[in-house]
T-cell receptor
């Protein structure tokens, strides 16, 4: 059974640029959640996708957007990057959208905005 | 809005010492509570969770947590820590129809 994978591992972008981060969910999982973890802080919920539809969103501006594909993999897109977007971006997949379904986290993508 | 606080930013213990990490949340309704752990170089993983029933829940690796509704707390405990418990520990809360809210984390360093 393959776990949650994310790509790339590290990324350096310039302020104002756009970035796409990718996540492959664990086999059998139809729900993907994205989190931003700034240095020294806990993960902050960005949004969740369930069966290709956005199913909940945290307090993030519209320049954070996402997609989920028919195979349940997902992308996180961030436009007009700001210095404060520098963080570890975590993807978590689960077998359903409710809290009773355990979330399995990927290793994260470290984004640095200069 | 919900919030989660964790009492200690960094805890340093010697092996065999007892551990208690504090977690408080700010929501008066029904909550689902979680502790996650992140070992150095590894993914976040679930340590234990509470949904309902017995307020004392047991998790992996000898950890347990107690839900005290009147104190809005969900403290993590372990009677005797090992060097391998060195990690970052996160408390998280989810209420009905809401999303996960994580605390800021507590870094645990266990000295051999």
């Amino acid at each position: 059974e393959t776990g949650v994978t994310q790509s790339p591992t590290h990324l350096i972008k310039t302020r104002g640029q756009q970035v796409t981060l990718r996540c492959s969910s664990q086999s059998g999982h139809n729900t993907v959640s994205w989190y931003q973890q700034a240095l020294g802080q806990g993960p902050q919920f960005i949004f969740q996708y369930y069966r290709e539809e956005e199913n909940g969103r945290g307090n993030f501006p519209p320049r954070f957007s996402g997609l989920q594909f028919p195979n349940y993999s997902s992308e996180l897109n961030v436009n007009a990057l700001e210095l404060d977007d520098s963080a570890l971006y975590l993807c978590a997949s689960s077998a359903g959208q409710g809290a009773s379904y355990e979330q399995y986290f990927g290793p994260g993508t470290r984004l640095t905005v200069t | 809005a919900q919030s989660v606080s964790q009492h200690n930013h960094h805890v340093i213990l010697s092996e065999a010492a007892s551990l208690e990490l504090g977690c408080n949340y700010s929501y008066g309704g029904t909550v689902n509570l979680f502790w996650y752990v992140q070992y150095p170089g590894q993914h976040l993983q679930l340590l234990l969770k509470y949904f309902s029933g017995d307020p004392l829940v047991k998790g992996i690796k000898g950890f347990e947590a107690e839900f005290i509704k009147s104190k809005f707390s969900f403290n993590l405990r372990k009677p005797s820590v090992q060097w391998s418990d060195t990690a970052e520990y996160f408390c998280a809360v989810r209420t009905y129809g809401q999303n996960f809210v994580f605390g800021p984390g507590t870094r645990l360093s266990v000295l051999p």
